[in-house]
């Protein structure tokens, strides 16, 4: 059974760093697609940054352009989100999923929620002003 365990969320300043990280078990991760999402309540899931599989293409929520950087271990299984020059808005919890997804992928494509198989239970990050 696929299992993704997030880690590394914590209260930071702005301006501050995080590093998060999302380890999957219960399966091979290195052709799918790995994303990570944020929550606050009230409202929608929202995507954040992306990875596919083989092609290690990255995409990025305008939001969070040239601040996050999204990277994968494949020989551990593990997905990274670094987060630099964090706001107060970019406090929610931070959930990492996965997927298989064929074709061409576009931002479009990978940042949809109902593409995505499996979720993390997530993990939370609090930026104060």
């Known amino acids: 059974q696929v299992q993704l365990v997030e880690s590394g969320g914590g209260l930071v300043q702005a301006g501050g760093s995080l590093r998060l990280s999302c380890a999957a078990s219960?399966?091979?991760?290195?052709?799918?697609?790995m994303g990570w999402f944020r929550q606050t309540p009230g409202k929608e899931r929202e995507f954040v940054a992306a990875?596919?599989?083989?092609?290690?293409?990255?995409f990025y929520a305008d939001s969070v352009k040239g601040r996050f950087t999204i990277s994968r271990d494949n020989a551990k299984n593990t997905v990274y989100l670094q987060m630099n020059n964090l706001k107060p808005e970019d406090t929610a919890v931070y959930l990492c999923?996965?997927?298989?997804?064929?074709?061409?992928?576009?931002?479009?494509?990978?940042?949809?929620?109902?593409?995505?198989?499996?979720w993390g239970q997530g993990t939370q990050v609090t930026v104060s002003s």
């Open positions: 990875n596919s599989g083989s092609e290690g293409n990255t």
């Open positions: 999923a996965t997927t298989h997804l064929v074709g061409l992928l576009t931002t479009e494509v990978v940042s949809r929620t109902t593409n995505y198989y499996y």
């Open positions: 219960g399966g091979t991760f290195t052709s799918y697609t």
